[in-house]
């Protein structure tokens, strides 16, 4: 095992050991043992960077899991996922700061379960993008959504919290299942789980039947982790979880996992107008959506909310229109559509910095103020002014003013979406022009709501009795995290290129391989003055009409729009969870009757028609009696006096009778096993039989006679016709199963245990290597199952209650 593994795998070791930190050093914040370790994994990943100017090496580290069917444990390190490794090793270090700053108190909060929930979804996001195996992918993408539905609901004593988490956990789970039926599409067209295999193929999957169907299935499992519509309902929901988790989880990693998943498959579906129109439409589609949305809401984690779905819309779109570049052959062309692709990774990157901040930032405005309502805050910039001042830079940044970096990818945005409209592929010649009018008409809405969450927090009236605490400034330690993040937001808007070709160029290399020869380059140069162009006027408009808006905010505030800040998608959600509900309650009421005779209904209708159905079907139903073997006497006499013993059951009126004749059952069955040369089973049948002969025995000998129940056997047509179907279908499909042996003789699975049991298990007794070797982890289990029995009754025994208690 590498080192690389060990990086995606420190976070799930380092968990192991928060709960001995926890309660061995109750007096130290558990969050300073933990410190440490993103911090370290986030050095030693800088390493990798190509600082020298030169091309990034890729990296790649394998180590068999399930090498029968093509699962491997094989971590890649390419400049897209050196990008995400150090997003999330490297906000999760500023995250972990803060938090323990934000949840002081060590007493009252079970810090134990928050690092462990952290760190679980810390190691599961650096195993999604350093994994290339899709089956090890899936994994670690599952363990996302469980850690991230834990930490939204941390504070689980609060209804919304859990309403939240589950939310969470239904959505993405779901996309989740359709992912993985993707990935197994790519295998079946490809025969592998390789990505980077998988590239290579791209020819083939392109010309395959299962090229759609595979792709928006992996698309839907995209879409639901990044919040698109309109899917994106459960991240404003998922606000209700503590503020580094939504800092860390919302902003930076988690969201973003559907946008590492979607550049990842560029190289293989890229090329397609239906990735084309699907992820652009999507995203520019949520883009707009959340912008409009985040204008309505009074919650500060709200309005961040509904900015994340949007910017993650404008993300999700310059990857789409980037994946034209696929399409051409031409440098022209493909100039034109990378400038999209490089918008994309610097957003993501300039995102994760102003976007993270400002998360922390109303966490401090919630945790010195005791509330995050727009309506109750005001005039906290002489209060609060270094917590201002934060504010101020991110969302200058995110409203796309210069000097900072969120600038300089909105004007890269616009020159994308504007470059998308000129060319004539995809149709886009029809509709291109929705794209750079969308683009505009989001960026006024999102500058709108940047003014209304920085005037409406800092700006006006201060009124302290609206507020639960008086309003101070947050202590340093809380501060460091956020400030550090408004620096990055400063030191990239001014010098932008100090990423150009250590980070963004590998990234949009992983993003777009194959558009350059070995050794060769993207040119990356960003800056902030481009004369005055297009982008630039659409800008001034952004500011112009969204001040007009932000300015007459008091004529639209009451209106209908603006008073129903809950999306309105969420009654499809909640409407649907209800129906699922009641239509299982129906469901459950109908199979669940808790009566034997109907549960054996249920199953033989199923046997019945299901095997029915497959042998009329299949061709499959035959019937040959000239090959079947001569049936001894013995087996006559066998079958018959197991037959009346069944029989003569029911009418016994003696319990005693009854055992017997059950145990004669039972030694007939052993003497089958016999006659077929079965002595391992017949032995095992008898002790069996025997041992329960003789405690049926002893406990019916100690208890007294109960009366004989009287019924009147009644006829039920039911139970006959499905009596009848079922040894009809079972008769015929041995009959079948003897008859086309003949016709095309197939090698019985015999005969690899005959041929294999002593030279690969080392044993001559077939039976027992079967048991120990072959199907081993199944006798494990097995044993395991006996071991907890016996450990149950030894308890059992042990405690047995005392004269007067409840059993």
């Known amino acids: 095992m590498s080192t690389l593994h060990l990086v995606a795998l420190a976070p799930f070791i380092m968990a192991i050991f928060i709960p001995f930190f926890y309660f061995k050093f109750r007096h130290i914040h558990t969050g300073w043992f933990i410190l440490p370790l993103p911090l370290i994994l986030f050095i030693y990943l800088i390493q990798y960077l190509p600082l020298g100017g030169g091309p990034m090496e890729t990296v790649e580290r394998s180590v068999p899991w399930v090498p029968s069917l093509d699962i491997h444990f094989t971590v890649f390190l390419d400049g897209l996922s050196l990008l995400f490794a150090l997003l999330i090793t490297g906000i999760g270090t500023l995250v972990v700061l803060y938090s323990i700053y934000y949840i002081a108190n060590k007493k009252e909060e079970p810090l134990n379960n928050f690092y462990v929930y952290l760190m679980m979804f810390m190691g599961a996001m650096l195993g999604v993008v350093l994994s290339d195996n899709l089956i090890v992918i899936y994994v670690f993408w599952e363990l996302t959504s469980l850690a991230s539905s834990l930490l939204i609901a941390y504070w689980f004593h609060k209804e919304k919290s859990r309403y939240g988490a589950q939310k969470s956990m239904l959505i993405t789970v779901t996309g989740g299942f359709a992912m993985l039926a993707g990935f197994s599409l790519l295998y079946m067209m490809t025969g592998t789980f390789s990505i980077r295999e998988i590239i290579t193929y791209g020819d083939a999957i392109v010309t395959s039947p299962l090229f759609l169907p595979a792709m928006i299935l992996i698309l839907l499992g995209a879409f639901t982790k990044s919040a698109q519509f309109p899917f994106h309902i459960w991240l404003p929901d998922a606000m209700e979880a503590p503020t580094p988790v939504s800092a ?25 107008p239906e990735w084309f129109w699907i992820v652009t439409g999507f995203g520019l589609f949520t883009l707009l959506w959340g912008s409009v949305s985040a204008v309505r809401q009074k919650d500060l984690k709200g309005i961040l909310a509904f900015s994340t779905v949007s910017q993650l819309g404008l993300i999700m779109s310059l990857l789409g229109l980037g994946s034209a570049a696929v399409h051409f052959d031409v440098v022209d062309g493909q100039s034109l559509y990378t400038v999209a692709v490089l918008a994309a990774v610097l957003h993501l990157i300039n995102h994760a910095t102003f976007k993270g901040s400002l998360f922390m930032v109303v966490g401090i405005i919630d945790h010195e103020t005791g509330t995050r309502d727009i309506r109750k805050l005001g005039g906290l910039m002489t209060i609060m002014p270094v917590t201002f001042t934060i504010s101020l830079i991110g969302i200058a940044s995110m409203a796309g003013l210069p000097p900072f970096n969120g600038f300089l990818s909105k004007e890269m945005f616009f020159t994308g979406t504007l470059n998308s409209a000129t060319l004539d592929i995809f149709n886009v010649q029809t509709l291109g022009v929705i794209f750079p009018a969308v683009a505009w008409i989001a960026s006024i809405f999102t500058f709108v709501y940047c003014m209304i969450m920085l005037f409406k927090t800092f700006t006006g009236k201060h009124h302290p009795e609206r507020l639960e605490k008086e309003a101070h400034e947050a202590p340093a330690g809380m501060l460091i995290s956020p400030v550090i993040l408004a620096s990055l937001v400063i030191i990239f808007g001014f010098f932008p290129n100090l990423l150009a070709y250590t980070i963004i160029d590998p990234a949009m290399q992983s993003i777009l391989p194959g558009l350059l020869e070995p050794g060769e380059q993207f040119y990356v140069n960003i800056y902030h003055w481009h004369g005055l162009n297009t982008e630039l006027f659409m800008t001034m408009g952004v500011v112009f009409f969204g001040s007009m808006i932000f300015l007459n905010h008091r004529k639209w505030q009451e209106t209908t729009f603006y008073l129903k800040e809950r999306d309105p998608l969420n009654w499809f959600y909640d409407s649907g969870l209800v129906g699922l509900i009641k239509g299982s309650t129906v469901v459950n009421d109908v199979q669940m009757t808790g009566r034997l005779r109907d549960y054996f209904t249920y199953m033989f209708i199923f046997l019945v028609l299901g095997m029915g159905y497959m042998l009329w079907n299949t061709g499959a139903l035959a019937v040959d009696m000239a090959n079947t073997a001569d049936i001894s006497i013995y087996m006559y006499i066998i079958t018959l006096s197991l037959v009346l013993a069944t029989v003569v059951i029911p009418f016994v009126s003696s319990r005693i009778s009854a055992i017997v004749l059950m145990g004669v059952i039972g030694f007939l069955v052993a003497l089958l096993f016999v006659v077929f040369r079965a002595p391992d089973l ?49 008769t015929l499909t041995a009959l079948s199963a003897h008859a086309l042996s003949y016709e095309n003789p197939i090698s019985p699975i015999s005969d690899y245990f005959v041929e294999n049991a002593y030279a690969l298990a080392g044993g001559n007794n077939i039976v027992n290597v079967i048991l120990v070797d072959f199907r081993g982890l199944d006798t494990l289990l097995e044993v395991l199952v006996l071991g907890i029995v016996g450990l149950a009754v030894v308890v059992l025994i042990k405690f047995k209650a005392k004269k007067g208690e409840d059993v």
Do not use: C, D, W
Request: without cysteine; charged residues 10%.
């Open 682 to 730: 017949a032995l095992t049948q008898l002790l069996v039989e025997t041992v329960m002969v003789v405690l049926f025995l002893l406990v019916f000998y100690h208890l007294p006679e109960l009366k004989k129940e009287t019924f009147k056997p009644a006829f039920r047509l039911t139970n006959f016709v499905i009596s009848i179907g079922v040894g009809l279908v079972v």
């Open 248 to 272: 860390y989880l919302h902003s930076a990693t988690m969201v973003k996992a559907g946008i590492y998943l979607v550049a990842r498959f560029t190289p293989v579906f890229g090329g397609a």
